[in-house]
Protein backbone atom coordinates (compact mmCIF):
# COMPACT_ATOMS: atom_id res chain seq x y z
CA UNK A 1 0.00 0.00 0.00
CA UNK A 2 2.92 2.17 0.67
CA UNK A 3 4.38 1.75 -2.69
CA UNK A 4 1.62 2.74 -4.81
CA UNK A 5 0.73 5.88 -2.15
CA UNK A 6 4.42 7.15 -2.99
CA UNK A 7 5.46 5.71 -6.69
CA UNK A 8 8.09 8.61 -6.75
CA UNK A 9 9.73 7.52 -3.50
CA UNK A 10 13.40 6.73 -3.93
CA UNK A 11 14.35 6.30 -0.49
CA UNK A 12 12.20 4.21 2.10
CA UNK A 13 13.34 2.83 5.29
CA UNK A 14 11.10 0.81 7.40
CA UNK A 15 12.18 0.01 10.76
CA UNK A 16 10.04 0.61 13.40
CA UNK A 17 12.04 1.77 16.73
CA UNK A 18 14.27 4.17 17.22
CA UNK A 19 18.22 2.95 17.57
CA UNK A 20 18.52 4.08 20.99
CA UNK A 21 15.51 2.09 21.71
CA UNK A 22 17.57 -0.79 20.46
CA UNK A 23 16.55 -4.43 22.50
CA UNK A 24 18.44 -6.80 21.22
CA UNK A 25 15.90 -10.04 21.95
CA UNK A 26 12.98 -7.42 21.07
CA UNK A 27 14.61 -6.62 17.70
CA UNK A 28 15.18 -9.78 16.11
CA UNK A 29 11.24 -11.15 17.61
CA UNK A 30 9.61 -8.05 16.32
CA UNK A 31 6.51 -8.63 14.07
CA UNK A 32 5.17 -8.26 11.75
CA UNK A 33 7.92 -8.52 9.22
CA UNK A 34 7.89 -8.02 5.38
CA UNK A 35 8.48 -11.10 3.03
CA UNK A 36 10.09 -11.99 0.18
CA UNK A 37 6.98 -11.71 -1.76
CA UNK A 38 7.19 -7.65 -0.85
CA UNK A 39 10.11 -7.41 -2.79
CA UNK A 40 8.17 -7.73 -6.30
CA UNK A 41 5.56 -5.75 -5.23
CA UNK A 42 8.12 -2.68 -4.47
CA UNK A 43 9.67 -3.28 -7.66
CA UNK A 44 6.85 -3.08 -9.88
CA UNK A 45 5.14 0.27 -7.72
CA UNK A 46 8.39 1.88 -7.56
CA UNK A 47 10.13 2.58 -10.18
CA UNK A 48 12.47 5.20 -9.14
CA UNK A 49 13.82 3.26 -5.63
CA UNK A 50 17.13 4.02 -4.60
CA UNK A 51 17.91 2.72 -1.04
CA UNK A 52 15.59 0.34 0.72
CA UNK A 53 15.64 -0.54 4.33
CA UNK A 54 13.32 -3.41 5.32
CA UNK A 55 12.80 -5.97 8.37
CA UNK A 56 12.10 -8.97 6.83
CA UNK A 57 11.40 -12.67 7.56
CA UNK A 58 13.33 -15.17 5.15
CA UNK A 59 12.56 -18.06 6.86
CA UNK A 60 10.49 -19.40 3.97
CA UNK A 61 11.67 -18.63 0.66
CA UNK A 62 8.88 -19.01 -1.71
CA UNK A 63 9.20 -21.65 -3.99
CA UNK A 64 10.12 -20.86 -8.09
CA UNK A 65 6.94 -22.00 -9.89
CA UNK A 66 7.34 -23.29 -13.29
CA UNK A 67 8.22 -21.69 -15.83
CA UNK A 68 10.27 -19.27 -13.51
CA UNK A 69 8.62 -17.20 -11.43
CA UNK A 70 8.25 -13.78 -13.55
CA UNK A 71 9.04 -10.78 -11.31
CA UNK A 72 8.83 -6.93 -12.41
CA UNK A 73 12.60 -6.19 -12.88
CA UNK A 74 13.41 -2.76 -10.85
CA UNK A 75 17.32 -1.82 -12.31
CA UNK A 76 17.08 1.74 -10.03
CA UNK A 77 17.50 -0.14 -6.66
CA UNK A 78 21.47 0.44 -5.43
CA UNK A 79 20.71 0.27 -1.53
CA UNK A 80 19.09 -2.74 -0.30
CA UNK A 81 19.20 -3.00 4.29
CA UNK A 82 17.81 -6.63 5.33
CA UNK A 83 17.04 -6.46 8.87
CA UNK A 84 15.76 -8.31 11.73
CA UNK A 85 16.32 -11.71 9.60
CA UNK A 86 18.06 -15.01 11.16
CA UNK A 87 19.57 -17.12 8.25
CA UNK A 88 18.68 -20.90 9.68
CA UNK A 89 21.17 -23.96 8.68
CA UNK A 90 19.19 -24.79 5.86
CA UNK A 91 18.28 -21.42 4.38
CA UNK A 92 18.83 -21.81 0.63
CA UNK A 93 21.46 -19.23 -0.18
CA UNK A 94 20.91 -19.29 -4.26
CA UNK A 95 17.25 -19.40 -3.77
CA UNK A 96 17.37 -16.12 -1.83
CA UNK A 97 20.23 -14.30 -3.69
CA UNK A 98 17.70 -15.73 -7.10
CA UNK A 99 14.91 -13.92 -5.30
CA UNK A 100 16.51 -10.66 -4.20
CA UNK A 101 18.06 -10.36 -8.03
CA UNK A 102 15.03 -11.10 -9.94
CA UNK A 103 13.11 -8.16 -8.16
CA UNK A 104 16.42 -6.02 -7.89
CA UNK A 105 19.16 -7.04 -10.07
CA UNK A 106 21.32 -3.23 -9.55
CA UNK A 107 21.97 -3.54 -6.21
CA UNK A 108 25.65 -2.17 -5.47
CA UNK A 109 25.18 -2.22 -1.60
CA UNK A 110 23.77 -5.20 0.30
CA UNK A 111 23.48 -4.88 4.24
CA UNK A 112 22.06 -7.70 6.58
CA UNK A 113 21.42 -5.83 9.97
CA UNK A 114 20.81 -9.19 11.68
CA UNK A 115 23.52 -8.93 14.71
CA UNK A 116 27.29 -10.39 14.84
CA UNK A 117 26.47 -14.26 14.95
CA UNK A 118 24.81 -14.37 11.55
CA UNK A 119 27.46 -14.36 8.49
CA UNK A 120 25.46 -13.12 4.67
CA UNK A 121 28.63 -12.94 2.62
CA UNK A 122 27.41 -16.01 1.28
CA UNK A 123 24.15 -14.38 -0.02
CA UNK A 124 25.95 -11.41 -1.13
CA UNK A 125 28.59 -13.82 -3.08
CA UNK A 126 25.50 -15.52 -4.98
CA UNK A 127 24.06 -12.27 -5.66
CA UNK A 128 27.19 -11.18 -7.43
CA UNK A 129 27.93 -14.02 -9.55
CA UNK A 130 24.01 -13.61 -11.15
CA UNK A 131 24.93 -10.33 -11.95
CA UNK A 132 28.67 -11.21 -13.29
CA UNK A 133 26.72 -13.45 -15.59
CA UNK A 134 24.62 -10.51 -16.91
CA UNK A 135 27.71 -7.81 -18.17
Known amino acids: VIAKWWPEI ?8 PVEAFDYPTYFTMQPRATLASLPVFAR ?8 SIPMDIAVILEPVHPPMVAPSQPTLASLTVGCSHKGEGTDVDGLAEYLFRSFPSIENMDFDCGEETSWNDVSNAYTRLRGRLL
Do not use: D
Not at 45 to 52: D, F, H, I, N, T
Open 10 to 17: EHLGLWTR
Open 45 to 52: ACPRLRVL
